[in-house]
Nanobody, 116 residues
């Protein structure tokens, strides 16, 4: 069962902006904390951002703070990651994630490549 379907990844240039989307299904999105992670080639998956459903708190990794914004549309059960001022080191596969049925689960990811 596909709980998460990410989209929006593509090839961009340094300094560009990009917005990723994560359409969800199969659980009550309204009551889920949503997160985004990324995995660069040859590196482990790392946490990027989280969004609390309880109070709307948003947390970011230091590497993206001030450039990325996580948001959500409850009516569409979709999480978003707005990425501004992209850098080559942001190149990675981006995944959205939440704990569903007591397990952290992931989508298939969407590739973001930042290259001159």
């Amino acid at each position: 069962q596909d709980h998460f379907v990410e989209s929006g990844g593509t090839l961009v240039h340094p300094g560009d902006s990009l917005k990723l989307s994560c359409a969800t299904s199969g659980f009550n999105f309204r009551y889920k904390d949503m997160s985004w992670y990324r995995q660069a080639p040859g590196k482990e998956r790392e946490w990027v951002a989280s969004h609390s459903y309880r109070d709307g708190t948003r947390d970011y990794a230091d590497s993206v703070k001030g450039r990325f914004t996580i948001s959500r549309n409850v009516g569409k059960a979709t999480s978003y990651l707005q990425m501004n001022d992209l850098k080559p080191e942001d190149t990675a596969v981006y995944y959205c994630s939440a704990v569903v049925n007591w397990k952290r689960q992931w989508g298939q990811g969407t590739q973001v490549t930042v290259s001159p």
